[in-house]
């Protein structure tokens, strides 16, 4: 049995849609009182609204001022952060040579740095010694631990997540905190539908040849579930998985 969240408190970015909005609901579904952050405030509402104990910050983590008020933001609503869930991101494609310095900044901005400036706004919560410890787990992608073409910045990015991620599991062992990544492929969300979109637009195939193409990079076949992924990052949140740090577990129905 995974066991309960009850009195702790999870934040969790990129919360109004997709993946933040299937792992608030596992979160709350095991007794957590969420924090959803974004910079859409409409969709957090929604996720929040459909939840029993759950707040709506609206923040952008590329900018550092706003993290630390999303934290002070949920604090106010529901206490100390106990689980932080960086899921926020966002994914451009290009060919290498036609990557221009801005898509390259606005794809390390969120993906990378606004992950970093996320966690080190929680630090002092996650580390002050509450009964269960502390959880990181950034929501990274099977991007973070090999190469996909036309997406050289997004796969540079997750790549940095995965450093980031050991880099802090060390450091923060001794303090009770456990930090770890989940890596999804390719998964029903928003975002995917926009990855459609562009092979659409650019290849000419239909939006359903362009949905299976992607499921066929999945070991598995097919499309991973928003709700798959939100299991794993429950667990990890858990007291089943108190010993588990530093791991980056692939979600794509096998190994890449």
């Not at 909005?21 to 459909?50: D, T």
């Not at 919560?125 to 787990?137: E, F, H, L, Y």
Request: net charge positive; glycine share 12%; hydrophobic share 50%.
């Amino acid at each position: 049995m995974i066991g309960s969240l009850t009195g702790r408190h999870a934040l969790i970015t990129g919360g109004g849609t997709g993946i933040g909005a299937a792992i608030a609901a596992a979160l709350s579904q095991a007794g957590a009182a969420i924090s959803v952050a974004g910079r859409r405030l409409a969709p957090l509402q929604e996720v929040a609204a459909r939840l029993p104990k759950a707040e709506a910050v609206t923040a952008d983590v590329t900018r550092e001022a706003d993290c630390e008020a999303m934290m002070q933001a949920a604090r106010a609503a529901h206490g100390p952060i106990d689980i932080i869930i960086a899921n926020a991101g966002a994914a451009e494609s290009a060919p290498a040579g036609k990557i221009n310095a801005a898509h390259w900044k606005r794809m390390i901005d969120v993906n990378l740095t606004g992950v970093f400036l996320t966690a080190r706004a929680a630090l002092h919560d996650v580390t002050r010694g509450a009964p269960g410890g502390g959880r990181i787990v950034f929501v990274a992608s099977s991007a973070g631990l090999k190469g996909y073409p036309y997406v050289a910045a997004y796969c540079a990015a997750k790549h940095g997540v995965i450093g980031l991620m050991r880099a802090l599991s060390l450091e923060l062992a001794s303090k009770g905190v456990t930090v770890n990544a989940v890596c999804p492929g390719y998964t029903e969300t928003p975002l995917l539908e926009a990855s459609v979109g562009t092979i659409v637009a650019k290849t000419g195939r239909t939006a359903e040849e362009s949905r299976l193409a992607l499921a066929r990079d999945n070991a598995g076949g097919r499309l991973i579930k928003p709700e798959e992924v939100a299991q794993a990052v429950l667990w990890l949140c858990s007291p089943a998985a108190s010993s588990v740090s530093g791991q980056a577990i692939t979600i794509a129905g096998g190994p890449l």
